[in-house]
């Protein structure tokens, strides 16, 4: 079987192995990813306070949540399948996981005002630390490394996706609670999180000035996706602490 037929089950990593090998005369570039990913981030922090500011009036985040995360994926699935379209689909994952993110941390930003504030700041930090790192070589990025890191987030979605199909039918799954195995969880999640900026990095460096023009927005939506998880670990493992804790 040919590894260009490969397929991962994370559609943010599908691809990561090769190129397409089409011609292009504009190519991929560093600051054109900077500038999409900037955008994207504005985009999303824009669409946040203005949701934190509905729920403090009052507004349920239910359905903003819950439509900007099944959103997201549904988008995802479709960038995944046609790549092309990415310079469309990605600014709607923008805007979808915006409404997600909005939802999610508004609980946070109502109870714990500080807490998604220094979730920003751990996940800031974390990304120029593993930048850093994968820079200065300290970590190289290997296949073998790419293999563990990958299975890591595939494994750790599939028990996201199980508990939450559990939690339809009335079943709290573990995960979900302030017990040591659930901090425990959220440390592990973060930790691969981490690490998966390190596939975004080598992605870029793999393919910057080399990958038609398009292939910004995949990588965008990649570096997205990663710092995106990163927070919500981050700011999930902050409020279970500081929930058991006070």
Do not use: C
């Not at 900007?68 to 990605?90: C, D, P, T, Y």
């Amino acid at each position: 079987m040919s590894l260009r037929n490969f397929k991962t089950s994370n559609p943010v990593f599908n691809g990561y192995f090769w190129d397409d090998g089409k011609a292009s005369t504009r190519t991929m570039s560093v600051l054109g990813i900077f500038i999409k990913s900037m955008l994207g981030i504005l985009v999303i922090a824009v669409i946040t306070v203005y949701l934190w500011k509905l729920n403090e009036a009052g507004t349920s985040m239910r359905w903003f949540t819950l439509g900007g995360m099944l959103g997201s994926v549904i988008i995802s699935v479709l960038i995944s399948f046609k790549q092309h379209w990415a310079h469309i689909l990605v600014p709607l994952y923008v805007i979808a996981k915006g409404f997600f993110l909005g939802g999610f941390s508004s609980y946070a930003h109502r109870n714990f005002p500080e807490l998604p504030y220094q979730a920003i700041g751990v996940t800031i930090v974390t990304f120029f630390v593993m930048l850093i790192l994968y820079q200065l070589r300290i970590i190289i990025v290997t296949k073998k490394l790419r293999s563990v890191i990958i299975t890591a987030t595939v494994s750790i979605l599939v028990v996201y996706i199980i508990s939450l199909i559990l939690s339809f039918f009335g079943i709290r799954p573990y995960i979900w609670g302030t017990s040591w195995f659930a901090i425990g969880f959220n440390i592990l999640a973060a930790i691969v999180a981490s690490f998966a900026l390190l596939l975004d990095f080598d992605y870029i460096e793999r393919y910057k000035n080399k990958a038609p023009k398009y292939k910004e927005w995949i990588a965008t939506w990649g570096l997205l996706a990663t710092l995106i998880w990163l927070y919500v670990e981050v700011l999930r493992l902050m409020q279970k602490l500081t929930i058991r804790f006070n």
